[in-house]
């Protein structure tokens, strides 16, 4: 089963035409990529999955968007919002939160806990299934402003993992971090895989050969190519995948 | 470097002059208030009782009346003022019109630049009638075994109608600082606690989490602009030396006193010196805020 469709999608910022024609289909439980050069509307299909473009006023979506095979304008944001959790590029965790509060702020929003009991249990499951247990397990109520970068954003996963989503979107979630802390998120998505569909934009082919199954190719708001990640990069079909794959582009 | 040291050793003398006027400031209202502390102790701000007499023997100044009746009418101004100002600030920058944004921002920016005695006349004139008619008359007769409305008002002039005034006033300065702490959230936290499932209250209060140092910093500067405010609320308390739990009683303020008082001090030997006694208490009622301001914002030095 598909986990996302997406069916003819435009997005427009006002008179800018951002996202033209787009049309997705990724399936469940796999890994799957979206790259292309800065500025192509990676970013801005992203948030359209979840609903989280919305927020922009500017922004007009048209076509259709299925999450499991139900159109999520259809569906009441906050539910499709808790059903694909995020990650961001910049690590964003409330600095005027405890770690432990970070976590728990989303299970407490959607009401999805009915003790304190329940709350500490989920929160440990998230950092344990996040790698962060080991570090943060005495340091739970320090302000999470006091981790470092990987540790932030490793965080912020948990707290999207926290609720327990479906799918999860990741917005070039290695950009800012250092290679050690990089490669670690990156260990994460095989890990978490298992569980839940994973959709990560990224401008590096490299870390789409690296941990995705599936790989789309985004140019100037068109979908150039999109397949399996292993035929993509032995064997591009279209030259403009070539030339961005080889490095001659963006 | 040379030219660095040059530049340094001319703006020296300025910040020099800054600080110099503040201490100089202090250290004559601590002796100008002396021949008062030396004559009754601590007894001025623990007396309510204000004898004036042309015999320097029978003087006596106690002046716990209007720091009771400062105290209150500002701690009501903040009461009023916070909800307001939050409110005004999220409605400005989440929903108001792009439009209307703008023209909201600067009418609240011009009412807190207004001249204050503006708003005195308003107040005595209008809100004190209206509020005596609608909240006071109706509260007393219903409620007046509750020790808060339990004061018959009969002109109006009371700490409520000083706290209600002085809420208007400093609504404009709490929320200018509150809307513009609101306004730069990081375009990351918004993105980040909707992402979670939040609806837009939940969010909002989560991002009004994030901005607490700004809101303390918005109660600190309404609280100090009431307590200093004179004028206006001279007009609306009553000016009476008079200690009383009820919203509608009238009562007094340091600083009306002190604008009430100054023209006949002369005349009584301690007098001026009893002034400046209760202009010092000001001073250390702000001193005392402040600092416990600054010690609840160090709580929040987190890195942004």
Known sequence: MNAIETEDLHIYYGKNHVIKGVNLEIPEKSVFAIMGPSGCGKSTLLRSLNRLLELNEDAKIKGDIRLFGKSVFDMDPIIVRREVGMVFQHPNPFPHMSIFDNIALGLKLNRLVKSKNELKKIVKWALEKSALWDEVKDKLHEPASALSGGEMQRLCIARAIALKPKVLLMDEPTANLDPVSARKIEELIFELKKDLTIVIVTHSPAQAARVSDYVAFLYLGKLIEVGKTEDIFENPKEELTEKYLTGRMG | ?304
């Open chain 2, 1 to 304: 470097m040379v030219r660095m040291d040059k530049f340094k050793t001319f703006l020296a003398p300025f910040c020099g002059l800054v600080f110099g006027l503040f201490i100089l400031m202090l250290i004559v209202y601590l002796t100008a208030s002396l021949p008062i502390f030396e004559r009754e102790g601590l007894a001025i701000y623990t007396t309510n009782v204000w004898k004036a007499s042309e015999n320097p023997q029978k003087e006596f100044y106690g002046v716990l009346a209007a720091i009771y009746g400062s105290i209150y009418t500002s701690v009501l101004a903040v009461l009023i003022a916070l909800p307001l100002s939050i409110s005004f600030a999220v409605f400005v920058i989440d929903y108001a019109p792009k439009r209307l944004k703008e023209p909201l921002m600067v009418a609240t920016d011009i009412m807190a630049g207004l001249p204050t005695i503006i708003y005195g006349i308003w107040g005595a004139f209008v809100l004190v009638p209206i509020l005596k008619e609608y909240v006071m008359m109706p509260l007393y007769e219903h409620f007046s075994f509750i020790p808060l409305f339990s004061f018959r008002p009969v002109t109006g002039y009371s700490y409520l109608s000083a706290g209600v005034l002085l809420g208007i006033m400093v609504t404009p300065f709490a929320s200018a600082i509150i809307r513009e702490a609101y306004r730069s959230i990081p375009y990351i936290y918004r993105e980040g606690v909707y992402a979670l499932g939040a609806t837009r209250y939940e969010a909002t209060k989560v991002l009004l989490g994030y901005i607490k140092p700004a809101i303390v910093a918005g109660i600190l500067l309404a609280f100090g602009r009431a307590i200093g405010e004179t004028v206006a609320v001279s007009l609306v308390i009553g000016n009476v030396f008079n200690i009383n739990p009820s919203l509608f009683a009238p009562g007094y303020t340091i600083s009306s006193l002190i604008a009430n008082q100054f023209g006949n001090a002369y005349i009584y030997k301690y007098m001026v010196p009893a002034l400046f006694a209760a202009g010092l208490s000001l001073f250390i009622i702000g001193l005392i805020v402040n600092l416990a301001g600054l010690m609840y914002l160090r709580r929040f030095k987190y890195a942004r």
